[in-house]
C-alpha cells in the first residue's frame, strides 16, 4: 500500500527491515503481526497452525480470517457450524496443472474452533463489513493458465469479495521449474492511478525436500524494487514468509524444483487492480505471437520477410524485435 511503502520502503533497502522470514515449522500462531513496528505491513498479517491433535480456540473481533490447509488434516467449527477439510500429502501432491486446495473464510465477530494433524496458514485483515462463513472445497477450486514460456504459471484463485470476503483476497501460484510468475511486472500499492492500493504477503513452498547431506537445498529468487529506492534481492526457501509493502514483487523458482506460494492480499476498501509496468508490457504482445505459432505446429521456419510482417502487426522497438527472434529461436522455431 501506499502509506505501506512511504514508510518501510527505504527501512528494506537499507536493510533495516527484512521482509524475508525463514519459517522454522514449528512455530504456531501469529507470524507476521502487521502491528509490529518491524513488520513491514499495516493492516495484513499471516500466521501458521501446527496441529497436533490440539484445539485452537479463538474469536475474529473486527478481522476476518482466511484459514488454508497445506499439509494433514483438521475439523473446524464456526458459530456451531462444523468443516472438515485435507491436503494428505501437502500442496504438490495433485500435480502441475491441478489443485488440491481449499479455504475457509470466517467473518469478523466469530468464534471459531480448529483442531486435526499438520499445518494451517491463515491471513487476517479488519473487516469492511461483516459477511457469510464461506468454504470452497478443492473439488470447487479452479486453475488458471497464466503467461507463456518461461514466465507461465498456474493461478488458483481460493476467496476474494467477488464470492466471500470483505477485504482478503487470498490464491495460490504454481511455477514450473525455472518459470517466473509476476511477469510482465506490476504493482498494486496506489503509487500511481490505475492501480488499487493493497499490501501482500507469499508463502513460498518447494516441492523439492533439503536432504541431510545437501548443503543448498530447493531456492528461488523473490525481488521487491520500486525503480526508486528500493532494488532488492532475496534467496527464498522452503517455507519462506515474504511480506510485500507494495512495489513489483516477481519470483522465479530455480531448475531444481517446482515451486508452488500461497498468497494473500488486503487494503482499505478497493477493489484489486494491478497496474502492469508499460515498459515491459510487450511480454503479453510475445505471448499472443507464441499461441498463435503454436497453432500451427508444423510451421518451424520463419522467412525473415514474414518475421518482419509478424512484428509490424505491433508497436515493437528494434530491441524488442530482436528480443522476440532470440525467445523465437530457444522455443525451436528457425528464423532465416
Known amino acids: 500500500m501506499k502509506e505501506t511503502m512511504r514508510k518501510y520502503a527505504e527501512r528494506i533497502a537499507w536493510n533495516e527491515i527484512n521482509p524475508h522470514v525463514r519459517y522454522d515449522g514449528r512455530t504456531s500462531g501469529l507470524i507476521l503481526d502487521p502491528g509490529q513496528e518491524e513488520v513491514p505491513l499495516e493492516i495484513l498479517g499471516f500466521g501458521i497452525y501446527q496441529l497436533e ?100 504459471r498456474d493461478v488458483v484463485p481460493l476467496i476474494s469479495p467477488k464470492d466471500a470476503s470483505s477485504n482478503l483476497i487470498i490464491g495460490e501460484t ?17 503509487q500511481s492511478s490505475g492501480e488499487s492500493n493493497h499490501e501482500e504477503v507469499y508463502y513460498h513452498r518447494f516441492h523439492l525436500t533439503k536432504s541431510s547431506g545437501d548443503q543448498f537445498g530447493p531456492y528461488g529468487v523473490q525481488l521487491l524494487m520500486d525503480g526508486i529506492k528500493l532494488m532488492k534481492a532475496f534467496l527464498i526457501g522452503d517455507k519462506s514468509i515474504f511480506a510485500i509493502p507494495g512495489g513489483c514483487h516477481p519470483v522465479v523458482a530455480s531448475p531444481v524444483s517446482e515451486l508452488l506460494y500461497l498468497w494473500g492480499l488486503a487494503g482499505r476498501g478497493d477493489e484489486l487492480v494491478m497496474r502492469d509496468i508499460p515498459e515491459f508490457l ?33 508497436p515493437f522497438t528494434k530491441e524488442q524485435s530482436d528480443l522476440l527472434a532470440v525467445m523465437l529461436r530457444e522455443k525451436g522455431y528457425e528464423i532465416e
Request: charged share 30%; aromatic share 12%.
Open 282 to 314: 510487450y511480454l503479453k504482445s510475445f505471448e499472443e505471437i507464441f499461441k498463435n505459432l503454436e497453432r500451427d505446429e508444423t510451421k518451424r521456419v520463419l522467412s525473415k520477410e514474414s518475421f518482419k510482417n509478424l512484428c509490424k502487426a505491433y
Open 53 to 152: 491433535n490440539n484445539l485452537i480456540i479463538r474469536e475474529t473481533k473486527e478481522k476476518e480470517v482466511v484459514l488454508v490447509p497445506q499439509d494433514g488434516e483438521f475439523e473446524a467449527e464456526v458459530n456451531g457450524k462444523k468443516f472438515d477439510g485435507k491436503r494428505t500429502g501437502g500442496p504438490f501432491t495433485a500435480g502441475p496443472g491441478q489443485s488440491n486446495a481449499s479455504a475457509l473464510y470466517i467473518p469478523c465477530n466469530a468464534r471459531f474452533s480448529l483442531r486435526g494433524n499438520g499445518e494451517v496458514a491463515y491471513f487476517e485483515a479488519p473487516a469492511l463489513k461483516e459477511k457469510s462463513l464461506f468454504f470452497l472445497s478443492s473439488k470447487e477450486v479452479k486453475v488458471l493458465s497464466r503467461g507463456d514460456w518461461i514466465w507461465r
Open 174 to 190: 504454481y511455477n514450473p521449474p525455472g518459470f517466473w510468475s509476476g511477469t510482465p511486472i506490476h504493482q498494486h500499492d496506489g
